[in-house]
Nanobody, 123 residues
């Protein structure tokens, strides 16, 4: 099974991007899903997570109010809508999945993860 991200690119501050992550090789409908990011020289950082039904989501303080995570289990996909982008959002964004068909309480465990997509925000 694998996760493949897409949708990254180079944008200006204040712009929007929508990242997609599509799973293959198995159904992720009973998995919690999430997004992480890693900027050069920095530790990987949790961005957002969503439970298996898409009913509950969590965000890091740095993106709360600007980013929205969603999922479409019929498409085996999770999305990250990013608005009001800032230069400090520049990073490689990767999605992840944790086998969990129950409530989530924040960041998820990375049972599966993708290679990531680059997001660069210029000032």
């Amino acid at each position: 099974a694998q996760l493949v991200e897409s949708g990254g690119g180079l944008v200006q501050a204040g712009d929007s991007l929508r990242l997609s992550c599509v799973g293959s090789g198995r159904s992720f409908s009973d998995y919690a899903m999430g997004w992480f990011r890693q900027a050069p020289g920095k530790e990987r950082e949790f961005v957002a997570s969503i439970d298996w039904r898409g009913a509950t989501s969590y965000y890091s303080d740095s993106v709360k109010g600007r980013f929205t995570i969603s999922r479409d289990n019929a498409k085996n996909a999770v999305y990250l809508q990013m608005n009001s982008l800032k230069p400090e959002d520049t990073a490689v964004y990767s999605c992840a999945a944790q086998r969990l068909s129950g409530p989530i309480g924040g960041p998820i465990r990375r049972d599966y993860w993708g290679q990531g997509t680059q997001v660069t925000v210029s000032s």
